[in-house]
């Protein structure tokens, strides 16, 4: 089976800095996403990770270890635009086509920035 | 490029009703999808295709159909809508490391 989890909620300041993590058990893995999604509009790519490391991209960060199931989304420098669903997602199997039978998603977490 | 385009962007159906959400992308990717959102859950997988004329099931396929006749057509069928489909639909095109959304449609059946 897949099994995605990552916290249902958090709550940051203004111009401080939150990591999301996100573990998850799948059949097969071939990359780990990111994605942003703010209330009533369609996801949006933040990162992608395949290999165990950290990928830094401006303010956003995600870190990744195959062997323990795990990742995080780094946030600094937050800003009250950053409110919005963060939502973590793994491809398990890839196709040499270049694509793959879709993603299986966490439920999202809800960032909730204070002023 | 206008990406990933969705109609209608709301709808409301009657039970028993159908209707196909059309979606439309100008990327020339093989990979499309569409995904279903409850509130408060993570997108669920419906249907996938990897290129026109091929198509496979998801996680949660019952009450749909599809066909990709084109590269850049993805519709999705619904034939006799029922509560349980009540849900915001994304559809999605991919090409290597990441996938790009539609809009959305959000469905209500009464």
């Known amino acids: 089976g897949q099994n995605i989890d990552q916290p249902t909620e958090m709550t940051a300041t203004e111009g401080a800095i939150v990591q999301i993590n996100c573990t998850y058990q799948?059949?097969?893995?071939?990359?780990l996403f990111w994605y942003q999604q703010h209330a009533g509009e369609a996801p949006t790519f933040l990162s992608y990770n395949v290999l165990d490391g950290l990928e830094e991209k401006g303010r956003f960060s995600s870190f990744l270890s195959r062997s323990k199931g795990y990742s995080y989304l780094l946030l600094k420098e937050l800003q009250m635009k950053d409110s919005a669903s963060y939502l973590c997602?793994?491809?398990?199997?890839?196709?040499?086509?270049?694509?793959?039978?879709?993603?299986?998603f966490g439920k999202g977490t809800h960032l909730i920035i204070q002023p | 490029n206008a990406g990933v385009t969705q109609t209608p962007k709301f709808r409301i159906l009657k039970i028993g009703q159908s209707m196909t959400l059309q979606c439309t992308q100008d990327?020339?990717?093989?990979?499309m999808y569409w995904y279903r959102q409850d509130p408060g859950m993570g997108l669920k997988l419906i249907y996938y295709?990897?290129?026109?004329?091929?198509?496979d099931k998801g996680e949660v396929p019952n009450g749909y159909n599809v066909s990709r006749s084109t590269t850049e057509d993805f519709p999705l069928r619904l034939e006799l809508a029922a509560p349980s489909q009540t849900s915001v639909y994304f559809c999605a095109s991919s090409y290597r490391d990441r996938e790009y959304f539609g809009p959305g449609t959000r469905l209500t059946v009464t």
């Open positions: 295709s990897v290129g026109a004329g091929i198509t």
């Open positions: 990327m020339n990717h093989n990979y």
């Open positions: 799948t059949s097969g893995f071939n990359g």
């Open positions: 997602a793994v491809r398990d199997r890839w196709d040499s086509g270049g694509g793959a039978d879709g993603l299986t």
